[in-house]
């Protein structure tokens, strides 16, 4: 898929999706896109993409699509059900789910493509909204790597960060490790702003020194300064990461694992959500203290 136009479909037009879809279009590629709600492509359909009616029909019409909705429920809707893709995709297709998921589904969708002689990755991105609109996401890939190594090119447009992580589903438990990570990390950046708040310091001052030593991390770059100004506005939503802590507890119990740090992470995203703050950005957990 390198060095030549490909006919790229592209399903989930949102926060990232939209900035992602953009990347393959302006790399010199045929875009056509499908999203629930129609006017979050208007951007891309004015730049050219060409609108589809359902997952089905993108699924006629292009050689390699990309996914990023929801919720494992979409996620399967877009794929299996009626109007999905893999009941009406062509032999050769490449599905590419870069929602953040289950690793079951993964599986039950790399199982139902195969059926098909359709392949399919799942590799969900980190990076934000930020990473989306510059480029730079995070990829994390499970599937057949020869199918991976077709599909890097067009990961390039939209990442830098790209790595093969083994078979079918390995993509989606890599990203729940990802996001056990950040869960605790976003207590810490804020627990840490709200101390720094609370003795009497200036927290931009004290983010200047604190982001360069060894407590740096992505959060604390990119989100803490957006907590100080009181920007919510999601790069992430928070009803989107109770949704993956949701799923990496699940299969941590399947796996006989406790994780302490992951289930207070959860426990304080809930309360926000329950107080109507769903749909704000992860930054949104200063909150909690306000």
């Given at each position: ?81 009626s109007k999905g893709i893999i009941p009406h ?95 605790s990390n976003m207590m810490g950046v804020t ?58 507890l699940n299969e941590s119990e399947k796996m ?35």
């Open positions: 898929m390198e060095n030549k136009s490909v006919k790229v479909g592209f399903i989930g037009t949102g926060v990232m999706g939209k900035s992602m879809a953009g990347h393959l279009m302006d790399a010199g590629n045929e875009l056509f896109v499908y999203n629930r709600t129609k006017e979050k492509a208007a951007e891309l359909l004015n730049k050219g993409a060409q609108w589809c009616s359902s997952p089905a029909e993108v699924a006629s019409r292009a050689d390699i699509i990309f996914t990023i909705v929801g919720y494992p429920q979409d996620v399967e809707e877009t794929y299996l059900g995709a062509k032999a050769g297709l490449i599905v590419v789910d870069m929602t953040t998921s289950t690793p079951t589904l993964a599986k039950k969708i790399y199982e139902e493509a195969k059926k098909h002689d359709i392949y399919a990755l799942d590799a969900p991105v980190s990076g934000g909204d930020i990473g989306a609109q510059k480029g730079t996401l995070t990829i994390m890939a499970g599937g057949d790597q020869e199918v991976f190594d077709k599909v890097r090119p067009l990961f390039a447009v939209m990442g830098q960060n790209i790595v093969y992580q083994g078979a079918a589903g390995s993509g989606q438990h890599t990203k729940m490790a990802n996001q056990i990570a950040i869960a627990e840490a702003i709200v101390y720094a708040k609370k003795a009497g310091l200036d927290p931009e001052t004290v983010l200047k020194s604190i982001s360069a030593g060894a407590a740096g991390s992505w959060s604390l770059t990119n989100l803490a300064p957006r907590m100080l100004i009181e920007d919510y506005s999601p790069g992430f939503f928070i009803k989107h990461f109770i949704k993956d802590m949701g799923i990496a006989g694992l406790e994780l302490p740090g992951l289930s207070i992470a959860k426990k304080l995203y809930d309360e926000l959500a329950e107080k109507g703050n769903e749909n704000d950005g992860t930054q949104a957990l200063i909150k909690y203290w306000l």
